[in-house]
């Protein structure tokens, strides 16, 4: 059974940083494309950073340049370094897993992931 448990998340003034971290259970992150995801309320659910097998990046501009994703094999983790915090960034952020084995992709579309986690509140205030 695989399970995706995040942290790391809570309250932090505009400017400030927080970082994220999802911890997966069931399935090997190393064989795995990974991707962080946000909803804020009455909003979609948007993808925000992603990192393939092979250690390729993507980013949402909304966040770029803010925003690293990282991955730590070993520890079978995923982080999300957030840094320089908008009010915008206020949502619940979702770690998820891609179901894919053929593609070595930094997908940002929620359909390309088949695994996710309960979310972690972020609020940033201004």
């Known amino acids: 059974q695989v399970q995706l448990v995040e942290s790391g998340g809570g309250l932090v003034q505009a400017g400030g940083s927080l970082r994220l971290s999802c911890a997966v259970s069931?399935?090997?992150?190393?064989?795995?494309?990974m991707g962080w995801f946000r909803q804020a309320p009455g909003k979609q659910r948007e993808g925000v950073a992603g990192?393939?097998?092979?250690?390729?990046?993507s980013y949402a501009n909304s966040v770029k340049d803010r925003f690293t994703i990282s991955r730590d094999n070993a520890k079978n983790t995923v982080y999300l370094q957030m840094n320089s915090l908008k009010p915008e960034d206020t949502a619940v952020y979702y770690c998820?897993?891609?179901?894919?084995?053929?593609?070595?992709?930094?997908?940002?579309?929620?359909?390309?992931?088949?695994?996710w986690g309960q979310g972690t509140q972020v609020t940033v205030s201004s």
């Open positions: 990192i393939s097998r092979g250690r390729v990046t």
């Open positions: 069931g399935r090997t992150i190393s064989r795995s494309n």
């Open positions: 998820s897993l891609d179901t894919s084995v053929l593609f070595d992709r930094a997908s940002l579309t929620a359909r390309d992931y088949g695994y």
